[in-house]
């Protein structure tokens, strides 16, 4: 985010925040290489689909982690204002696909979460593992290609972008196509989370008040002294029935917990960059400390989502110790030849 014209001030000012992100590389590469590790495992508590969502979602996690270390580093090494602005206008190539892939596939991952929920007993006929592939393999594409608008191509709304924005043109910068399209996309990511949470939420009252009645069911039932055959046949399949719906509803409310923090990780990762580009869209020009601090926030979530599936998950934190455990004893044995 450096011009031509005042890097030096900027890189002085603002070079901690660099050595952050650089300082973040080792932690955002083991976290996704260790969570990628765990996923392809058998036993981590997730279905096939979404083991195969989370993995492409680690994968952008680790790119972009890469990307934003590389373009910090390339921040604090001495070079020219012409060479700095340069590797300023192709910034957008290390952060756009990420932008729309990571915002695409949580909503895959919500929608995916939302036919489980609903749909129990048909979802496996609904999502299979070729249909879940294919969607997602156009899904990932499209998004992909959207980045389109990060390349400083002349002439161009995203080539006028780039070349303004490294310039600290802001002015320039108002109604300016690209921050309508990305701040819009991000805004259908959110309102597709929140509908398929809201809706995920009335479906667990509605288990809730289920098992509430056949609750009522059976203790009205265990009170009658002489009791029927038949009635004896339905009050144990309503038992079976009380016993099924509670053992869902907590496996539902685990993986909304899930679901949930990965919305938030996500959010969190580009909600301030989204902030940032309405501010600019309506002409409010903003100190450069604020994009800055967004480079940091956006580099530290790119570990954050290993915690999620550490704390919510128990399957997950149980073969997570059992891959650290045979890592340890491999190296222990390699190093004690």
Known sequence: MASSNSSSEYLETYSTLFYLNVAQLPLSVLANAFTYCILRQSTTGFDSVTKMLIKALTVCYA??????????????????ANARFAICIYQG????????????VTSLLNLNRYILVAKPLRYHHIVTDRRA????????????LLAIVGLPIPKTPSGDFMM???????DALRGNFVLIFCASFLLMAVFTSIVSTVSLLVIARKQSKAI??????????????NQRKDHNDTLAHDVEEMVTTRRQRKSNRRALLTIFLLNVVVFISWFPLTIIYVLLGVGVNFPPVFGSVYV????????????????????FRETAKDVFMKTLRIYCSNTTK
Not at 63 to 80: D, N
Not at 133 to 144: D, H, Q
Not at 164 to 170: A, R
Request: net charge neutral.
């Open 93 to 104: 190539v290390l952060s756009f696909p990420w932008f729309f892939v990571t915002l695409t």
């Open 164 to 170: 303004n924005f490294c310039k600290s043109n802001m």
């Open 63 to 80: 790119a972009y982690g890469v990307g934003q270390a590389i373009t910090s580093l390339l921040q604090i090494v001495p070079m020219s």
């Open 212 to 225: 509430a009645d056949v609750e009522i069911a059976v203790t009205a039932a265990g009170s009658t002294v």
């Open 296 to 315: 940091f926030l956006s580099m530290s979530t790119t570990w954050w989502h290993c915690l999620v599936y550490l704390i919510t998950n128990r399957m």
């Open 133 to 144: 592939v294919v969607v997602m393999s156009a899904a990932i594409t499209s998004a992909s």
